[in-house]
């Protein structure tokens, strides 16, 4: 089992950065394919990013591409979205997520074994 643990979010004008960070503890932190996930109030939890174990392939939901970059260190267990030229509708909680006994990086949520208690991200305009 892994524990992962958000932080990072907050509140930002449209246009500007952030950086989530999710610790992880327990298992080994490589084992795991990472997700972030975000949900918005009254929708759906979507996906936004994934990252294989090694950090050598990464997939990105459309809504973020070009804007968000994951990457992880597994040296410090901790996986990262850096979240630029941010837009009001980026606003949700994000959760990060591990997905276990794969290589696969999958975009249901419903295919993640683990998940964190979430950060909020709120982008005002």
């Known amino acids: 089992q892994v524990q992962l643990v958000e932080s990072g979010g907050g509140l930002v004008q449209a246009g500007g950065s952030l950086r989530l960070s999710c610790a992880a503890s327990?298992?080994?932190?490589?084992?795991?394919?990472m997700g972030w996930f975000r949900q918005a109030p009254g929708k759906e939890r979507e996906f936004v990013a994934g990252?294989?174990?090694?950090?050598?392939?990464?997939y990105y939901a459309g809504s973020v591409k070009g804007r968000f970059t994951i990457s992880r260190d597994n040296a410090k267990n901790t996986v990262y979205l850096q979240m630029n030229s941010l837009k009001p509708e980026d606003t949700a909680v994000y959760y990060c997520?591990?997905?276990?006994?794969?290589?696969?990086?999958?975009?249901?949520?419903?295919?993640?074994?683990?998940w964190g208690q979430g950060t909020q991200v709120t982008v005002s305009s």
């Open positions: 990252i294989s174990r090694g950090g050598d392939r990464v």
């Open positions: 997520a591990a997905r276990s006994y794969t290589t696969a990086i999958m975009t249901s949520p419903t295919s993640y074994d683990y």
């Open positions: 327990g298992r080994t932190f490589s084992n795991y394919v």
